[in-house]
């Protein structure tokens, strides 16, 4: 998974944790919101190492999430 597939998962799981149907304890949307902050770590790792060489981050972060197959627990 390269860093801007991980900037798109964490913006995936926040607008999972976000939804009032996750579910009625919490639990799936704190699941959502640990995997978020997980992949947005990862994909700052990645933009500090990589630095801004890449459009690649430009055009990630200027976009709508899409929905996806979930790979929830």
């Known amino acids: 998974m390269t860093g801007t597939d991980h900037y ?4 995936w799981h926040l607008l ?4 009032p ?9 704190a699941w959502h ?7 947005a770590t990862l994909a700052l790792a ?3 190492a990589l630095g ?3 459009g690649k981050w430009t055009d990630v ?5 899409t ?6 627990p």
Do not use: F, I
């Not at 999972?16 to 939804?19: L, N, P, Q």
């Not at 919101?33 to 992949?39: F, I, K, N």
């Not at 972060?61 to 999430?65: D, L, Q």
């Open 46 to 48: 990645a933009a500090t």
């Open 16 to 19: 999972r944790a976000a939804k």
């Open 8 to 11: 798109r998962e964490a913006e």
């Open 61 to 65: 972060a200027g976009t709508k999430v």
């Open 33 to 39: 919101q640990r995997q978020a902050q997980v992949h």
């Open 21 to 29: 149907d996750t579910d009625r304890s919490g639990e799936l949307s």
């Open 67 to 72: 929905d996806r197959q979930s790979s929830e």
């Open 52 to 54: 801004s060489a890449s």
